[in-house]
């Protein structure tokens, strides 16, 4: 090779070696479209960051921005660029996210809050400035493919943990931790409850305010699709804490569906549904809620009964079917409403297996015997009481144990001490009638309904045969009754015997007989034919009579009709002139009582009249004689005189007779001398002096008299 070659060899190799370092240092990159670049910046004017990773004003460091695919000038004396590969998160899958730069989380939060801004996590500025929090983030990563800034946000995929190295091993280790925690509860897929499994989800939040000491379940919140924070279902963080969603346990649950919650946020347990079958209703338990006002009323003392959603045993039972209950927020109690039967019988249960504690009845009958009383009892309790029910006793079976055992145990030893062994055996029927009629009344007071009392035979134990010696002879008794019955059977059939030969002896002479039974049913019928004949005749005349007595009968009460309606006329003509003689009457007895009154009152003046003018002359005459004394000694006198001129008798008799008497003088005075000696005594004065003076209305009678007299009239009568 000559000198030339080897120079120009050299002179093209330095070209080529300028040529690649112009490229390396003009920055010349290509990346491909599957991947993204992330800018570390080695030096700036602007210095380097301090506690920040991602530099987002220019600083040194990693830049929020990432280079997508195509070519780009970056100069390695500048920056040093980090290719990585896109994220894909696969169909139905889940993708968690740890930012490494943010504001740190408060103390009440566990994951970082969502940032609308960051455009699921691809803008890094705007993630940082607008609040974002470094740590695990609440919200999550749907199925797509994305350009991830793996400086800022590691990303934990089910297969694969996508970040950019640091050289920090505890970052890597916490982020190995977390990728197994979300692996343990199931996180990378959807939470889905598919119609045929009969389950329902139980959330509970790890973020968000704790609850208070007296709830155990938080409360439901945002389940409104019209509410504003809706948080459908515990699928939005954000919204269930804006809404006041605490973390704890929740009341609300997850139906069938497919929900794509946060694990780290939200964990889910699964439980059944709850199933009330047919034939019973479900009591519900809340232990969780306000406290409600009871509805139980105020005869019921065994508790409180209140509305659906209270804390509480709900007055309202829940019907037949299946039901999304969350079991840690309350206990449903089942309670069958139809007929429940209790057997008081060793080794046998009624269908709901309440009577599994229960045996046969140990009696004391009235005659000493110890038998074993087996009974079953049905009852069945109204859905509506099913709550009362429950919440007096608890459940069915505390019921039967501690409540319907002894009671109906009770019972029957009662009835039992009240009647002999054979009597227990013989009124089986009675005793059972009885008491479903009396143990209705205790049923009822405890809500129940009782339906039928059953009653078995009384048994012994195996080494008691007593009852078995009184059952063999009521079996004797009872063949010999079937004996007696025998034998009076066979009587009548020897009686029935011999009614069947005396019929077979008839029967040899039967041919007479019918010509007998002829003859005597032709003469029958022949006199039955004269009877009927006769029986016509007579109906006809009874006919004929009834006839006539009907006519006579009618034309009676015709007439009687006719002097009903004259009577009636004449007394309403009587009645009518008694009535105008009885009116005359009266007017012409009241027009003469009128007169009699008016002229007796005249007559009853004029005496009036006429006593008062008597009354004034004689007092007129009393004072013209000059006092009444002398007016009344002229009158004595006057009749004196007219008496002994009418009697003529002597004023001086013709014989005097005396006896007595002193000093010549005669005590005996006739009657002339006491007369003159009384009308000269002062007596007749005093008596005079008293005299009274005319009445007020004698005065007024008097003026107007004296009024009415005229002067002239005065003078004339003097």
Request: charged share 25%; glycine share 8%; hydrophobic share 35%.
């Amino acid at each position: 090779m000559s000198h030339e070659t080897i120079l120009l060899l050299v002179k093209v190799g330095i070209g080529i070696l300028a040529f690649f370092l112009l490229v390396w240092v003009s920055g010349f990159r290509i990346i491909p479209n599957s991947k993204v670049a992330i800018i570390e910046k080695w030096w700036s004017s602007k210095g380097s960051l301090k506690e920040q990773i991602i530099a987002l004003n220019g600083e040194a460091g990693y830049q929020p921005n990432v280079l997508r695919g195509g070519i780009h000038f970056l100069s390695p004396l500048v920056y040093k660029v980090h290719t990585v590969p896109l994220v894909t998160i696969p169909q139905g899958k889940i993708a968690y996210v740890f930012a490494r730069d943010g504001k740190p989380l408060e103390p009440t939060q566990t994951l970082g809050k969502i940032i609308p801004e960051s455009n699921n996590f691809q803008d890094v500025k705007g993630f940082i400035t607008n609040g974002g929090q470094k740590g695990p983030q609440r919200g999550i990563i749907r199925e797509g493919t994305y350009a991830f800034n793996l400086a800022q946000f590691i990303i934990i995929t089910e297969n694969k943990t996508y970040y950019l190295p640091m050289g920090n091993d505890s970052e890597q280790k916490t982020i190995m931790e977390m990728a197994q925690k979300i692996a343990a509860r199931s996180g990378f897929d959807p939470v889905v409850i598919q119609g045929e499994t009969d389950q329902v989800g139980i959330v509970t939040v790890h973020d968000g305010p704790s609850l208070g000491r007296d709830t155990i379940i938080c409360p439901t919140v945002g389940d409104e699709p019209s509410d504003p924070n809706y948080h459908n279902n515990f699928q939005d963080p954000e919204k269930f804490l804006s809404a006041g969603g605490y973390r704890g346990r929740q009341y609300q649950v997850l139906a069938d569906g497919t929900y794509l919650i946060n694990r780290l946020f939200a964990t889910i347990e699964f439980i059944p549904k709850t199933v009330i079958p047919v034939g019973y209703v479900g009591v519900v338990v809340s232990y969780t809620g306000q406290k409600g006002a009871d509805s139980s009323g105020d005869d019921y003392k065994h508790g409180e009964l209140v509305q659906k959603g209270f804390r509480g045993v709900w007055s309202e039972p829940l019907m037949p079917g299946k039901y999304a209950f969350n079991t840690y927020a309350g206990n449903i109690i089942k309670v069958p409403t139809t007929n429940v039967i209790l057997k008081w019988i060793s080794n046998q249960n009624g269908n709901h297996r309440y009577d599994e504690n229960l045996k046969e009845v140990s009696l004391i009958t009235k005659d000493a015997f110890e038998p074993s009383l087996p009974l079953s009892v049905v009852f069945h309790i109204d859905y509506k009481k099913a709550p009362m029910v429950i919440q007096r006793f608890g459940d069915i079976k505390m019921l039967v144990d501690q409540t319907l055992d002894p009671m109906v145990s009770a019972y029957f030893k009662n009835i039992g001490q009240t009647k002999t062994l054979i009597e227990l055996i013989q009124q089986r029927n009675e005793i059972q009638n009885q008491s479903s009629v009396e143990m209705k009344t205790k049923f009822t007071h405890y809500n129940l309904e009782l339906e039928e009392v059953l009653i078995g035979t009384p048994t012994s134990s195996k080494n008691d045969t007593n009852i078995e010696q009184i059952l063999t002879q009521l079996r004797s008794r009872q063949i010999a009754k079937e004996q007696l019955e025998t034998y009076s059977t066979q009587q009548s059939a020897a009686e029935k015997e011999k009614e069947l030969k005396e019929a077979e002896a008839i029967a040899k002479q039967q041919t007479s007989l019918t010509e007998s039974d002829i003859n005597i049913k032709i003469q029958e019928n022949q006199g039955k034919a004269d009877l009927m004949k006769s029986r016509q005749d007579a109906e006809k005349i009874q006919r004929l009579s009834e006839a006539d007595a009907y006519r006579v009968k009618q034309q009676a009460e015709a007439e009687a009709y006719r002097l009903k309606q004259q009577a009636e006329a004449n007394a309403y003509q009587v009645k009518q002139q008694a009535d105008a003689e009885a009116f005359r009457l009266k007017q012409t007895g009241e027009a003469e009582a009128f007169k009699i009154k008016t002229v007796g009152q005249a007559d009853a003046d004029r005496e009036a009249r006429v006593g008062i003018s008597k009354a004034i002359a004689a007092k007129e005459q009393v004072n013209a004689f000059g006092g009444a004394q002398y007016k009344v000694v002229q009158e004595i006198m006057n009749n004196f005189a007219d008496a002994i001129k009418t009697s003529k008798v002597d004023i001086v008799p013709k014989t005097l007779i005396t006896s007595g008497g002193g000093e010549g003088e005669n005590n005996l005075h006739n009657a002339f001398e006491n007369l003159v000696m009384l009308l000269l005594s002062d007596k007749l004065t005093s008596q005079a002096s008293n005299v009274s003076e005319l009445s007020e209305e004698a005065e007024i009678l008097k003026k107007e008299i004296l009024s009415s007299v005229k002067p002239s009239d005065i003078k004339n009568n003097n």
